[in-house]
């Protein structure tokens, strides 16, 4: 069990701990963090005291940290939603309910899929750089803790104030586009927060990165993007462009911060995306029978 303390679901971390004894498992090993940057050390260490079986407690960020992480193991995860997007959850259709989530873990079925690795780090839902990590930074400033996901309507409106940059993107060694944007997303799965479809085409295991750009400068353009992304025509908008492929490079005209499911990083401006084709197991609804 691996948990970030300071996010909550359900009853608690007490009533997960009543749950896990329901279903024979008194004395887990039991790993607490106060960031997400301390997740993935400890899944590390869980695995090397035997673990095959990791239950994570947190948002976005925390999944991110232990999945790059672990990814090259052999060790199922189960998702216990308890942030506040909660995409892989969401995506997966792992509800945002303490008992349903750890029935998932311990009945439901299991599913191979792919990662998305940007600059390094995995990625298990969606990364990108330019409008989509300034929103994902200012939400981060306390903002999510005191509004929840209402704190990303407010950082968006703020995000569309952001200049374009000069981008020149390579997909699998050609260029695809070389212009001025104001955001790349690079997705592993197709649904932002809200049911909001940022590529309608995107599976969680056909070994493709799914690639966007939009071109959108002012808020009524962004108004556009966001009214085509929420009736699942994003790709159909005249301020995207959208692509499959399994490299990626991405120059931009000045550093500029990226993110990983939600998790921001430093200025750059250079990245590296690929796909690494069912890298991970993740515990799932089992598919209702036709």
């Known amino acids: 069990m691996i948990a970030h303390k300071k996010k909550t679901l359900g009853g608690g971390l007490g009533e997960l701990r009543r749950l896990l004894a329901q279903e024979g498992v008194s004395d887990p090993l039991w790993y607490e963090a106060s960031s997400s940057r301390e997740m993935g050390p400890?899944?590390?260490k869980a695995i090397e005291h035997g673990a095959n079986f990791l239950f994570i407690w947190g948002g976005d960020g925390s999944v991110q940290r232990c999945v790059n992480e672990i990814a090259d193991d052999d060790v199922t995860v189960a998702l216990l939603p308890a942030g506040t997007a909660n995409l892989l959850a969401s995506n997966l259709k792992?509800?945002?309910?303490?008992?349903?989530?750890?029935?998932?873990?311990?009945?439901?079925?299991?599913?191979?899929?792919d990662l998305g690795v940007l600059n390094g780090d995995r990625f298990s839902v969606m990364a990108g750089v330019g409008f989509?990590?300034?929103?994902m930074r200012d939400a981060d400033m306390g903002?999510?803790?005191?509004f929840g996901r209402l704190a990303y309507v407010w950082t968006a409106s703020r995000a569309t104030r952001m200049k374009l940059r000069r981008i020149r993107i390579k997909v699998d060694g050609a260029v695809w586009f070389d212009g001025r944007a104001s955001c790349v997303l690079l997705g592993q799965m197709g649904t932002l927060a809200g049911g909001v479809v940022a590529f309608p085409t995107a599976k969680p295991d056909d070994g493709l990165l799914e690639i966007g750009v939009v071109t959108a400068e002012t808020r009524a353009d962004w108004l556009r993007v966001f009214t085509r992304m929420v009736v699942g025509r994003a790709d159909r908008s005249p301020l995207t462009q959208m692509t499959q492929g399994h490299n990626v490079k991405i120059k931009l005209d000045r550093p500029t911060i990226y993110e990983l499911d939600g998790g921001v990083r430093k200025k750059t401006?250079?990245?590296?995306a690929s796909i690494q084709p069912l890298a991970i197991t993740i515990c799932v609804p089992q598919e209702e029978p036709t």
């Open 42 to 44: 400890l899944a590390r």
């Open 94 to 113: 792992i509800p945002r309910d303490l008992k349903g989530a750890v029935d998932i873990g311990f009945n439901g079925a299991r599913r191979r899929l």
């Open 132 to 135: 989509d990590a300034i929103m």
């Open 143 to 146: 903002l999510k803790d005191r």
């Open 269 to 272: 401006k250079r990245l590296t």
